[in-house]
């Protein structure tokens, strides 16, 4: 069974492309895909992994979980989307590092989808921004964190990256920039669902909603619409012309006040980040998608 784990990370996706997926599950299912909900999984795959992590086991649960999402018989892959799979979003960063917990977790997962054919899907977004949003995120605040701990400048996605490769070799691993999301949007839910519809999804010009002003959104859609693209490249080229007409710049506007940064200090970290994506489409079994 193919299984295609969708990461996150978090503040990037915000359960968007899942939602999408399930919005289509009719038409996916139809073709052996399967898209449940997280609260179906969510909590049993992370007390498995915790079991496994602990040295104790998880006996059968791999099978403990298709009856709990009530996967049909013939099912051909399943997605699973959710940050949570790696941790917790206050986990999700410490000092130095990205999911410094990662290790276990991904040995663990590793254990529990032994045998099966897994894909690893996970967008890292520009620590100039992660940051900021991760510091204002009230799961966050509410356990008192602080940006005083934080070496920014030591923050390397391919660190990460590497770690995933390490302790689960045998995954194929896709990463993306969630900067670049817009450009490559219908790519990835034909990528993660695993099928190529003969239309677009149902509902994936919502996502632009997040980006654009009012009425954005339906213009994009209906222009593809009229005016199928004939490749990648012309999608990329009207959305880009779409964007640079209907972008709402406030919606995209990250606060870095909570930071104390300057300018300066955002445009090293934006420099860093390009060389660690860099990095990135170096490290052996990745793929990193860009426009």
């Known amino acids: 069974m ?4 969708h990461l996150g990370a978090h503040l990037t996706d915000e359960t968007q492309l899942r939602d999408c997926l399930q919005a289509n599950r009719a038409t996916l299912a139809q073709q052996g895909v399967m ?29 403990r979980i298709l009856q709990a999402i009530d996967a049909p ?20 960063m410490d000092g130095t590092r990205f999911y410094p917990g990662a290790e276990r977790r991904l040995a663990a997962l590793r254990h529990i989808f032994a045998g099966q054919d897994v894909e690893i ?15 204002t995120a ?44 817009p450009f490559i949007w219908h790519r990835l839910l034909r990528l993660v669902s695993g ?21 954005g959104a339906e213009k994009l859609a209906a222009y593809l619409d009229r005016s199928p693209p004939v490749d990648e490249a012309h999608r990329q080229r009207v959305i880009s012309v779409f964007l640079d007409k209907f972008c709402d710049e406030d919606k995209l506007e990250i606060d870095v006040s909570v930071t104390g940064w300057d300018e300066m200090r955002v445009d090293v970290l934006s420099e860093l980040y390009e060389e660690d994506t860099d990095t990135i489409s170096g ?6 998608l860009q426009p």
């Not at 899907?121 to 510091?135: C, D, G, H, K, T």
């Open 138 to 181: 009230s799961r966050v605040q509410e356990k008192g964190g602080s940006g005083s701990e934080i070496v920014s400048e030591n923050l390397r996605w391919s660190e990460l990256i590497s770690e995933i490769r390490r302790v689960w070799p045998e995954a194929k691993v896709t990463v993306w920039c969630d900067e670049d999301t």
């Open 121 to 135: 899907f996970i967008a890292i977004r520009n620590p100039a921004s992660f940051v900021p949003a991760y510091l």
């Open 35 to 63: 898209v449940p909900r997280a609260r179906s999984y969510l909590n049993m795959i992370i007390e498995a992994a915790n079991h496994v992590a602990s040295g104790h086991g998880a006996p059968d649960a791999l099978n």
């Open 283 to 288: 490290v052996d079994g990745v793929t990193l």
């Open 195 to 215: 099928i190529e519809p003969e239309h677009e999804f149902t509902g994936s010009f919502e996502w632009f909603k997040s980006v654009m002003v009012d009425g």
């Open 73 to 92: 018989a013939d099912a051909r892959r399943l997605v699973f989307s959710a940050p949570g799979l790696l941790s917790k979003l206050p986990d999700a």
């Open 2 to 5: 193919e299984i295609a784990l």
